[in-house]
């Protein structure tokens, strides 16, 4: 598979390209099973590409041939997905709803992991509507998930999502409070990408206090 080698080189551009090359031939060929597996594989790319309105068009391909073929054993991921996507273009009502649709499923299928991380993206995204009090009540039933499941990581991303929502209410000292805890956890996971990330975000609430 052309598309998945060049996504693996991280050479998105040409990933999508055979990826697309790959859907005209499944098309001509009648093959749902497989235009289903290309649609999502192509919709991850573009996401990542941040052509999020192509990631849409695939994701919704790819629910509508599920459905008639009464294969819907990616629909969860696949509604994630849509709910990311959406969030990314500014849709978050839209997004709420695909995100909310895809804990239901991950919560019948008692999967922990994944509830925990739609519990995240529900209260970034209701962070960003204004809902502080729910996104914060999100945010800690994804924690209490992660920390069950001692995950540190996972815990860490709550914390740094639990400080954007405090700095976007001007709450700086809680912010950094987060964020520290955040902070902690990478540090000692060695995830450097993730601590330079947490270490801006902590100096971003000095500056906004007048701190420099």
């Known amino acids: 598979n052309l598309g998945l080698a060049h996504y693996c080189?991280?050479?998105?551009?040409?990933?999508a390209e055979y990826?697309?090359?790959s859907l005209a031939i499944w098309k001509a060929e009648g093959?749902?099973?497989a235009l289903m597996t290309c649609y999502e594989s192509l919709g991850g790319v573009d996401f990542q590409l941040g052509e999020h309105m192509r990631s849409i068009e695939c994701y919704v391909q790819h629910l509508t041939l599920s459905q008639d073929i009464g294969d819907g054993a990616a629909d969860h991921e696949i509604l994630l997905r849509l709910g990311l996507s959406n969030a990314a273009i500014g849709e978050y009502q839209v997004?709420?709803?695909f995100l909310q649709q895809a804990l239901s499923f991950y919560?019948?299928?008692n999967d922990n992991r994944n509830r925990a991380l739609c519990l995240q993206h529900i209260g970034a995204v209701q962070g960003k509507t204004g809902e502080f009090d729910l996104g914060m009540k999100s945010l800690e039933a994804s924690l209490k998930l992660r920390t069950e499941g001692q995950d540190k990581l996972g815990i860490a991303d709550c914390f740094q999502e639990m400080g954007l929502l405090c700095y976007n209410e001007q709450?700086?000292?809680r912010a950094r409070g987060f964020f520290g805890q955040a902070q902690r956890l990478l540090t000692e996971t060695n995830d450097k990408g993730s601590?330079?990330?947490c270490t801006m975000h902590i100096g971003a609430t000095y500056a906004a206090q007048g701190e420099l």
């Open 19 to 21: 990826y697309e090359q």
């Open 171 to 173: 709450d700086y000292h």
């Open 9 to 15: 080189l991280g050479e998105l551009r040409l990933s």
């Open 195 to 197: 601590i330079a990330t």
């Open 95 to 97: 997004a709420l709803q």
């Open 107 to 109: 919560t019948e299928l």
């Open 31 to 33: 093959d749902k099973h």
